[in-house]
């Protein structure tokens, strides 16, 4: 289910002294099942554009289409919206709340009318999927879990509607790196499986590692979108809007640089060893 952002435009309080565009006329379309990394500096616009996809708030102007269909039109039904696109926001953990593991994940399909046959299968499905044990930790306090295991407790529970859209803030803030490393694979096996990710990072490692394709917004606009190495052959640009480089793709910008052959759409670690292991093989054999 195609998303269509067309003029998207919100400003927050307007016709004040302390009126601010936040999204200023942007047009994006993503495609079913692709894996959208969207980056900028603080106050770039990102989470009020998520916000907006989510139908969380209406736009000052501008249409969102899921489907083919306005979301913000009269008679649209906002119940369906929200078993079809999943949010997590920024350290989702914080809002957990039921008594057990089991009745949190199971919030969601009971808020949106799933039967209650039906609300047990979901609770297994997104906890497998999150790769938590169903019998060892459905009739624990989530508050007794890791804070690996709540944020993927909480996003279990987002998983448990189904949504075919999963929208994500910053998913590994705060995490540990075998925490981060852990749910960036399993948010790649979500989007392996058919389902739309588009997430927020400040991570130009994750985006390099698992985005299929990259949105850059500076001051309310969107100023790049692509395929990730294309918009980070575009370093000098990125660094004027306060953006680096993925570690990879700094090092293999390096090589070239010495005249080494590195392709150009080298950005991930795997990529990177496999050619360096060819350079160092050629060097041994002249």
Do not use: W
Not at 201 to 230: C, F, Q, W
Request: charged share 30%.
């Amino acid at each position: 289910m195609p998303i269509e952002l067309e003029n998207l435009k919100y400003t927050y309080m307007p016709g004040t002294q302390f009126e601010t565009t936040a999204v200023d006329g942007i047009t994006l379309k993503i495609e079913d099942g692709e894996f959208l990394g969207i980056i900028g500096e603080t106050g770039a616009g990102k989470t009020t554009l998520i916000e907006l996809m989510a139908g969380l708030i209406k736009p000052t102007s501008g249409t969102v289409r899921i489907n083919g269909q306005d979301i913000n039109k009269k008679g649209y039904d906002r119940k369906a919206l929200r078993r079809l696109v999943g949010v997590v926001f920024q350290y989702p953990e914080h809002q957990l709340f039921e008594e057990t593991v089991y009745k949190d994940i199971a919030f969601g399909p009971i808020k949106t009318g799933v039967p209650e046959e039906e609300i047990e299968k979901r609770v297994r499905r997104s906890m497998r999927l999150m790769e938590l044990d169903f019998d060892g930790l459905k009739d624990l306090s989530p508050f007794e879990l890791s804070g690996g295991q709540k944020r993927r407790v909480a996003i279990a529970g987002v998983l448990a509607t189904e949504p075919k859209i999963l929208i994500l803030d910053e998913p590994v803030a705060g995490l540990d790196p075998s925490g981060r490393s852990h749910l960036m694979n399993l948010i790649g096996r979500l989007n392996a499986e058919g389902v739309t990710i588009i997430m927020i990072t400040h991570s130009m490692d994750d985006l390099a590692e698992n985005a299929r394709r990259v949105a850059v917004l500076n001051g309310a606009k969107l100023i790049m979108d692509g395929e990730p190495y294309k918009v980070f052959l575009r370093g000098g640009e990125l660094k004027e809007t306060g953006l680096g480089l993925p570690v990879v793709a700094k090092m293999a910008s390096m090589l070239r640089e010495r005249g080494k052959n590195v392709p150009e759409d080298v950005i991930k670690m795997d990529d990177f060893e496999r050619c360096v292991e060819g350079m160092l093989k050629r060097r041994v054999n002249d």
